[in-house]
């Protein structure tokens, strides 16, 4: 899978110490310009639906799985990898220094209808709900929440980062007068 890209949060001076590695997948489910994301009321962002491997899974078992949980999606098809965002950020418990998280990202595609949820406490605590949303609407959201909240997530980054990347390649069909070339360069655009 294409690396996408490195990035380490704006707290770590060094990826010198102690560090363990975390590997997570994440769907991108679009229909036309709207994609199906995470709204998380707590940090007033939206996400890729996804998260952790667990023991025994291999990434797509643990997309799949992870994306049924928290959206409720159901025949899972068509999986196609995107690319891996790589981030180092800083671990808050005294077992290690830093965390670096490798984000699987394949695009996929599900029945219309989403059924029932199975969030964990914590998701259920942070008002996680899944949402149908225009990707541009998505990427000014969270822009705008980048520059002016004081609650956002550290996975604001890595969100905006994958939206824009994702609305320059993925809805470029969408734009069939416009050479490739002719596209803002990961900047956020609206046709």
Known sequence: MRHLTTHIHASLTSLEGR??????ARAIVLRGEDILMLYTQRYDDYTLPGGGINAGENIEQGLIRELQEETGAT???NLQAFGCYEEFRPWYKDDADLMQMK?????CEIDAELGVTNY???????????????????????QHTLDNSDKKGMSLARELFLLRLIAKECLTELLPDLEP???PSLGYFRR
């Open 181 to 183: 070339a002719a596209l």
């Open 75 to 77: 025949n899972i098809t």
């Open 19 to 24: 560090r363990f590695e975390r590997l997570a």
């Open 103 to 107: 984000s699987y990202c394949f695009t």
């Open 120 to 142: 964990e406490d914590y998701e259920i605590k942070n008002g996680m709900k899944a949402v149908w949303i225009n990707i541009y609407d998505a990427i000014a959201h969270n």
